[in-house]
Nanobody, 124 residues
Framework: QLQLVESGGGLVQPGGSLRLSCAVSKFTLDYYAIGWFRQAPGKEREGVSC????????NYADSVKGRFTISRDKAKNAVYLQMNSLKPEDTAVYYCAASPVRLCVLSRYEYDYWGQGTQVTASS
């Protein structure tokens, strides 16, 4: 069973930064795309960013372009989400997920394996 574990969430003031980590086990990043999703209370889970297994191409939701950066370290089997200039509307539980689709998309329906989530709160 593929496993994903998120870490790095927390409370930060608006304008601050956080770096989320997604540690993956029992599979390699060569064969699965990894996506970051978030879900705020009362809202649907939405795609934030993803990185493809082939070539490492990336996608971002319009709401985070220019502020968030996704990256991966294949040697450590980990994917990261650097979040800068955080806004209160970024507050949500953030999940990483794995998809066998090699070129990543931001549709949650393409992702078969999910982590347990980490809370991110941007508030003064």
């Amino acid at each position: 069973q593929l496993q994903l574990v998120e870490s790095g969430g927390g409370l930060v003031q608006p304008g601050g930064s956080l770096r989320l980590s997604c540690a993956v086990s029992k599979f390699t990043l060569d064969y699965y795309a990894i996506g970051w999703f978030r879900q705020a209370p009362g809202k649907e889970r939405e795609g934030v960013s993803c990185i493809s297994s082939i070539g490492g191409s990336t996608n971002y939701a319009d709401s985070v372009k220019g502020r968030f950066t996704i990256s991966r370290d294949k040697a450590k089997n980990a994917v990261y989400l650097q979040m800068n200039s955080l806004k209160p509307e970024d507050t949500a539980v953030y999940y990483c997920a794995a998809s066998p689709v090699r070129l990543c998309v931001l549709s949650r329906y393409e992702y078969d394996y999910w982590g347990q989530g980490t809370q991110v709160t941007a508030s003064s």
